[in-house]
Structures are given as C-alpha cells and as structure tokens.
C-alpha cells in the first residue's frame, strides 16, 4: 500500500516557474513508477510526465517536453515535477500517482492516486 500526497501549487504568471512534490509513504515507494497527471475543469485527465522506479528513464506529454522535469529522490520517498515557463494552458489541478508497471501512461495504469494539487498560471 502507497499514499501519496502532492504540494507546491499555487498561482503563477506566465513565464513563472513552480515545483510541485509528491511525497510518499510506504517502504516499498521505491519499485513504483511515479506520474503526473492534470485535469483542468471539464477536460479529462491527461497524463503529463512520468519517472521510473530507477529514475533514471523519464517521458513527458508534448504539451510540457522541455519545460517540465520530473526527478525522484528515492532516499525521501519523493517526486518532484520542476514546471518552467508555465502557460496559462498549464492551469490545472495536478496529481501524483503511483503504479506497479513499466511502462504507464494511462491513469489506468495507476493505482494509487493523491488528491492534487492546484496550479493556476495567469497572463
């Protein structure tokens, strides 16, 4: 069993940056892919980055390449997503999620889910 609970949302201006955390309970956190996933109002939840249990494979929706990065630090049981040059499209409610296999993009691929953390970026 894995909780997870995300922080580090806020509000941001365009071009603004944020780190969001996910911080995990469980000694086994560290087998488990982590993602980040955002729904805004009235869209479905899209998958935006993922880490795997090394670290050392990560994957980002088009919408963020090259903009956000997503790091683990297995020690604190802890994954951030650092979002740069934030968008009033990047707007969302941001969610952790936990999953037992490799590769995971989907939100049913996930099990274990936090219950987000808000990110509103203004023009």
């Known amino acids: 069993q894995v909780q997870v609970v995300e922080s580090g949302g806020g509000s941001a201006r365009l071009g603004d940056s944020l780190r969001l955390s996910c911080a995990a309970s469980g000694r086994t956190f560290k087998i488990y892919t982590v993602g980040w996933f955002r729904q805004a109002p009235g869209k479905e939840r899209q998958f935006v980055a993922n880490?795997?249990?090394?670290?050392?494979?990560?994957n980002y929706a088009d919408s963020v390449k090259g903009r956000y990065t997503v790091s683990r630090d297995n020690a604190k049981n802890t994954v951030y997503l650092q979002m740069n040059n934030l968008k009033p499209e990047d707007t969302a409610l941001y969610y952790c999620?936990?999953?037992?296999?490799?590769?995971?993009?989907?939100?049913?691929?996930?099990?274990?889910w936090g219950q987000g953390t808000q990110v509103t970026v203004s023009s």
């Open positions: 880490i795997n249990a090394n670290g050392d494979i990560t």
């Open positions: 999620a936990a999953s037992n296999r490799y590769p995971a993009w989907h939100v049913t691929h996930y099990t274990y």
